[in-house]
């Protein structure tokens, strides 16, 4: 533990130093910092008194200008800093401390943001989010957001199709706030997550509630953007994702999350967000800085595969920008993950995840084998600008709809639903139940596709403009991928370092469909996710839906969130269990919690521990329907 001494703000900082035992139940009044180091190459030092006399220390200057602010000029205050608190050169006892960093943060009294020194954009910025914060109410499990006070003077605040009434400098102001490192570190996400409402942010001398904070924001990510400003947006959706946790994610959640946050070391990829994961998902990992990245990357792997059955990480998985001493099943998680959004991604639905290894060698996984690439079409060049203009997306889009039509011949006009929905990887509005207006209409889109052949006029600007929201669908579906033809006439997406010959491959415990590359010794490497329309809801596993049922993500009132459901049009109910799967097995039973009316958690009579796997989803569930389940051997 810290103990800032008192002094004025230009006096020389004096501190020491004292071992504590943390006891959760009798909490330490103390306050933890949430900061980011700054260079560390710019130092200024502290003094630290010690039973052998003053003793000197250098810290970073953010980290100086922090404790400036932080200090009292008449008592002491009690703080725990990492960068002073840790030895960071002592390995042992930085994975020690490492271990017990939820505990710290979560038994801190109150846990203090800093986001650096105050300067005139800050001041303007701070007082605008506190204006704002005070101006509105906020029910957080609705998000729904009303007047403080009826008699607002601006009747528009609450508009959310208008821009908030703010001069150029103001906005300005907020976006040099939230743009700070602070926002952009991997730490303080489960730094704020574990603080919970006791959380205070300061700027300088400026200083405001979280929950104040988190107010101002979901308003400003609510209403219009300002056109001045088209970067905005980005920097206020990455301070309300920070301010919005509040729920422990699954572990591909939490990786997607804090894929794009800077860290110095990348084991924190790992390290760094245990606590954020749920308690019966997280992994069981004790930090440990005396092995590589690479290490930590496979440990993380082997827990998720062969402990919790869970292989849906394996989606992260690229041949392209890989540590070069990792199997292919294990992703590189210090590159921006990058998993293109598949909706209702279940290919082997809530399948019993099913992994092996012995001593180094391979890893074994269960699966059934698709389908075979026999030829790849590129469709954007890696040296395209970036993002592409819409005529050239257009361009890409017409091109591949000739191509296919010349090799589909007869069979193009009743493959066209199919072919939107495997180029835009079936992310459509009328697969939400109710229909969601934020997204395009899949019927609407393969109309838009005909165009594209039909249309003989120029392609200007001003012709593509409304087809716009089509296109943006169609090029964050494909912008990293290639369509790919297999012999058994599948289309399909997958990765750019596909070939043919590689093997499309549906594996229990993975929600999409993975492209292997068969090696001469009959073992595979992942090259990487791919998307075939046909064998993305099960179809593979359980047979094709009966024809009066859809699969969508329905809106349940009482979680405020969308979860898969199938609905049977024609008789107008739905139901959250897939109805192709028949009844449980003999032995098993579903239990009762507090979310079954969503999705279910199977038990045995004779087992303790319950899972959300299904039963009927083994590999030994699948062979008795006829299934063909094989064992992959992964390098």
């Not at 103390?30 to 810290?59: C, E």
């Not at 245990?274 to 690479?294: F, M």
């Not at 997204?439 to 889109?445: D, F, K, Y």
């Not at 299904?614 to 051997?633: H, K, W, Y």
Request: glycine share 4%.
């Amino acid at each position: 533990m810290l103990k800032l001494c008192p002094g004025g703000l230009d006096k020389e900082i004096t501190l020491s130093l004292a071992s504590v035992f943390l006891d959760i139940d009798k909490p330490l009044k103390y306050h933890a910092l949430s900061y980011t180091w700054g260079n560390p190459t710019k130092t200024k030092v502290v003094i630290v008194q010690t039973s052998d006399g003053p003793r000197v220390l250098p810290v970073t200057d953010n980290l100086y200008t922090a404790l400036q602010h932080l200090r009292n000029g008449d008592q002491a205050r009690y703080l725990w800093v990492d960068a002073i608190c840790i030895n960071q050169e002592n390995i042992t006892e930085r994975n020690a401390q490492v271990a017990n960093m939820a505990d710290i943060y979560r038994s801190a009294a109150l846990v203090v943001i800093w986001l650096g020194p105050g300067d005139d954009h800050s001041k303007i910025a701070m007082e605008t989010i506190s204006n704002i914060s005070s101006r509105i109410k906020v029910e957080w499990t609705t998000h729904n957001i009303e007047l403080a006070h009826p008699k607002d003077p601006d009747s528009d605040l609450l508009s959310f199709e208008k821009e908030l009434k703010l001069d150029q400098d103001v906005w300005d102001s907020l976006d040099h706030l939230l743009n700070r490192e602070w926002f952009y570190r991997l730490w303080i996400w489960q730094e704020v997550f574990l603080a919970e409402d006791r959380a205070q942010l300061m700027c300088g001398f400026s200083s405001m509630t979280w929950d104040s904070f988190r107010k101002a924001i979901l308003l400003l990510v609510e209403k219009r953007q300002p056109s001045s400003l088209p970067g905005f947006l980005t920097a206020v959706t990455r301070a309300w994702r920070i301010a919005s946790l509040r729920d422990r994610l699954s572990i591909a959640e939490v990786l997607e999350i804090t894929t794009n946050a800077r860290c110095s070391d990348q084991r924190d990829r790992v390290y760094g967000v245990l606590e954020l994961i749920w308690k019966a998902a997280r992994p069981n990992l004790q930090p440990d800085y005396t092995k590589s990245t690479a290490e930590v990357f496979q440990d993380l792997m082997l827990v998720m595969l062969l402990t919790h059955r869970d292989l849906s990480l394996l989606r992260y998985c690229k041949s392209l920008n890989k540590h070069t001493d990792m199997p292919s099943w294990v992703p590189d998680f210090s590159k921006p993950l990058g998993a293109p959004e598949v909706l209702l991604p279940r290919t082997c639905w809530n399948s019993y995840g099913h992994a092996r290894r012995v001593n180094e060698g391979p890893l074994t996984v269960c699966g059934c084998r698709t389908a075979t690439v026999t030829q790849t079409v590129g469709i954007f060049n890696d040296g395209d600008s970036f993002p592409p203009s819409y005529l050239r997306i257009f361009a890409a889009l017409r091109s591949l709809l000739y191509l296919l039509r010349e090799k589909l011949l007869a069979d193009f006009d009743s493959r066209v639903e199919l072919i939107c929905r495997t180029l835009c990887r079936n992310n459509f509005g009328d697969c939400y139940e109710p229909i969601s207006d934020n997204l395009v209409n899949s019927e609407q889109t393969a109309k838009f596709f005909m165009t594209c052949l039909t249309f003989s006029g120029e392609v200007s600007d001003e012709f593509l403009a409304p087809f716009t929201p089509y296109l943006d669908v169609f090029y964050a579906s494909v912008s990293n991928s290639q369509l790919v033809f297999t012999a058994e006439g599948f289309l399909g997406l997958a990765p750019k370092m596909s070939r043919p010959d590689d093997v499309v491959v549906a594996i229990l415990g993975c929600q999409t469909s993975m492209i292997l590359n068969p090696l001469e010794n009959g073992q595979f490497n992942i090259v990487g996710e791919c998307y075939v329309h046909e064998v993305m809801t099960g179809n593979l596993f359980l047979g094709p839906l009966a024809e009066d049922w859809q699969r969508v993500w329905r809106y349940d009132e009482e979680t405020q969130g969308y979860w898969d459901a199938f609905v049977d049009r024609r008789k107008g109910k739905w139901q959250f269990e897939d109805p192709r799967l028949g009844p449980l097995p003999d032995g098993w039973f579903t239990e009762e919690h507090s979310m079954q009316h969503v999705y279910h958690v199977f038990r045995t009579v004779s087992e303790d521990s319950s899972t959300e796997n299904d039963p009927r989803m083994t590999p030994e569930a699948l062979s008795a329907r006829g299934v063909d389940i094989q064992e992959f051997n992964l390098v």
